[in-house]
């Protein structure tokens, strides 16, 4: 009995998180219970191409092989047969006129009506319709929108990062830096913050740099960062700037660095 009551309770569990994950769904298409299973295989190979995009493959996307030996998605995901669908993966190359990109066709196995096919792109919306066993494209209807895209995702946390930069200069130059500011370096072994680009000059795509300025008889102290995208308009748009101001400042500058005379940024 207790057996039979923790499978259904875990059942339960997964029902509510895939229909939390279905912001909004097409209204006149009905979702089977496998159907949100292959929809959220489609979501683990989107943030895994993100994820691989943005490390290992050095600003390319990987094949559902490469996927699989960098430990982002699972065997039977990376054989291309799951949940009684094939799973197709293509990665267009980058050209003079366009950036690289990947579109993903989930099709089921059996060919009939009423199982749907479904597309998903680095754009990250899933689409798809019944399309009796035929793949889905990018001119289907959505099924499921995206959230906040990877770009807007690694400008948050790097304006994150870089407010929390400012914080920790602050607490630093009234401490331990006896008015002076410190490196990345300084405020780490201050134990001031230990995280973000303090971490690792590449942070979320993005690039950071500092300077310091030391105090001397005629100037007071200064500091400041610059991070700019690792791929401009693969990881990043805006270039931001913080000094000892607190100002945050950015611009979308094609990758350039931002300076002290951009437009202040809230958010």
């Not at 914080?167 to 300084?186: D, E, R």
Request: net charge neutral; aromatic share 10%; glycine share 8%.
């Amino acid at each position: 009995m207790k057996i039979k009551y923790s499978v259904v309770v875990a059942l339960l569990a997964l029902t509510f998180v895939f229909s939390s994950q279905a912001l909004a769904v097409t209204s006149d298409i009905e979702l089977s219970w496998n159907d949100r299973l292959v929809m959220h295989a489609l979501r683990t190979v989107h943030s895994a191409e993100t994820s691989y995009q943005m490390t290992s493959g050095s600003g390319n996307y990987g094949t559902l092989q490469s996927l699989q030996q960098q430990e982002l998605v699972d065997a039977g995901l990376a054989s291309g047969d799951k949940y009684g669908y094939r799973f197709t993966l293509l990665i267009r190359p980058a050209s003079a006129s366009q950036l690289e990109s990947f579109e993903l066709t989930a099709t089921p196995l059996v060919r009939r009506a009423r199982f749907l096919s479904f597309y998903i792109n680095e754009a990250c919306e899933i689409r798809g319709d019944d399309k009796f066993g035929r793949n889905a494209t990018v001119a289907d209807p959505v099924i499921e929108p995206c959230g906040a895209s990877p770009r807007t995702e690694n400008e948050r946390l790097s304006i994150s990062s870089l407010r929390t930069i400012h914080g920790g200069q602050m607490t630093y130059q009234a401490t331990s830096g006896n008015g002076n500011y410190g490196t990345f370096g300084q405020l780490y072994d201050a134990f001031l913050i230990r995280t973000g680009f303090v971490l690792a000059s590449s942070y979320r795509g993005y690039t950071a740099e500092m300077t310091v300025t030391h105090a001397t008889a005629t100037s007071p102290a200064r500091f400041n960062v610059r991070i700019v995208p690792q791929q401009y308009g693969r990881t990043g748009i805006r270039s931001f700037y913080i000094d000892e101001s607190g100002v945050l400042r950015g611009a979308d500058k094609q990758g350039a660095p931002a300076n002290e005379t951009d437009p202040p940024i809230d958010n």
